[in-house]
């Protein structure tokens, strides 16, 4: 674990990030932060590399990576065909929250960072720390989120830890992760792109530079499979099932009484707003409803301290799908499971 504490000065903290860098040159595997979540990276050009990843989170190996770069020049070495529009999101988005699905180029890419597609996913991640190891180690790195495949992504270097220490060869600490929630994957591989996971970037923010976006109909009705692979797993569970309530606090608080009643410890997940106004086994404000950016980015770290606690059952409060909203709803009825309880049903 190399702590890097000042993050507008890497000079102070060069030998963490070079030590890292040979890391991944030596094709070991190694955990650093980016803007959204924390990122378990590889040589994107060894197979041997990339194998690691897979190994360490327990990946099923059909589920493709994102490769991270710290240039543009970088893309136009692994992807073609790149639309007018995608330029356009580069220009505005880069450094940031939004992964780009593009045809892939040439063979310099481990085929199984693609897991046998023909297509990439790309971004250039916001975070002094991630980009200065992209630099430094000088290939492209191909990063999931570097938690245990199925739980909650990283948002600290002490998640990545409890998941995966033993298995990786280290963790570059910067501290909490921003956005909390994972890049929004847009594929650009038709005239309209089409959104296949929603996240840091909103589809409105898409839609303000480049006009119409479409959503991949698996994340709005049942029955379709998701168009990213990872979409299809089950995801970002905490230990005890999740249901997500749709309705007021007071039935809230009388579906946390009756599941009492029948002797379960209930674990809520509620807002700064109605804290107070809760009473459970456990209950924990993530974020304000005023501020969904602020719900964003405690999600992971609140469904976590579930798992510390001995809940049987975590209630949560029911989010606006609007802006961000968007993706923390699609993480947590991943979380549910799809089981949502609404009021006057
Ligand atoms: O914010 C993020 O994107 C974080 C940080 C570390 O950059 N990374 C991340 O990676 O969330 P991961 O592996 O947990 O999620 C990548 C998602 C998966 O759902 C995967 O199936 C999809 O992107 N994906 C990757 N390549 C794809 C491709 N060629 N076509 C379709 N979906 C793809
Ligand atoms: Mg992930």
Known sequence: ????????????????????A???????VVAFPTETVYGLGANACSDEAVQKIYEAKGRPSDNPLIVHIA???????????????????????????????????GDELSTLVTAGLDTVGVRMPDHPLALALIREADVPVAAPSAN??????????????????????GILDGGATGVGVESTVLDCTSAVPTILRPGGVTKGQLEAVIGEVTIDQAL??????PKAPGMKYTHYAPNAPVVIVDGTINFLQKL???HQREGKKVGVLTTFENVAQL???????CGSRADLQTVAAQ?????????ESDVDLILSESFPQVGVGEAIMNRLLKAAGNQVIVEGN
Request: hydrophobic share 35%; charged share 25%.
């Open 256 to 258: 946390i009484e009756q």
């Open 22 to 28: 040979n890391l991944l040159r030596e094709n070991e």
């Open 220 to 225: 709005i009705e049942e029955g379709h499979a």
């Open 1 to 20: 674990l190399w702590t890097v504490d000042d993050l507008t000065d890497l000079s102070t903290s060069y030998s963490h990030f070079t030590q890292a």
């Open 299 to 307: 999600l992971y770290d609140v469904l976590r301290k579930f798992d």
């Open 71 to 105: 240039s543009v020049s970088t893309l136009d070495k692994i992807v073609k065909d790149v639309p007018e529009y995608a330029y356009k999101l580069i220009s505005e988005f880069w450094p940031g929250p939004l992964t780009l699905i593009l045809p892939k180029k």
């Open 148 to 169: 245990k495949s199925g739980k909650p992504s990283p948002t600290h270097a002490s998640h990545v830890y409890h998941d995966l220490h033993g298995k990786i060869s």
């Open 279 to 285: 009473h459970a086994h456990k209950v924990i404000a």
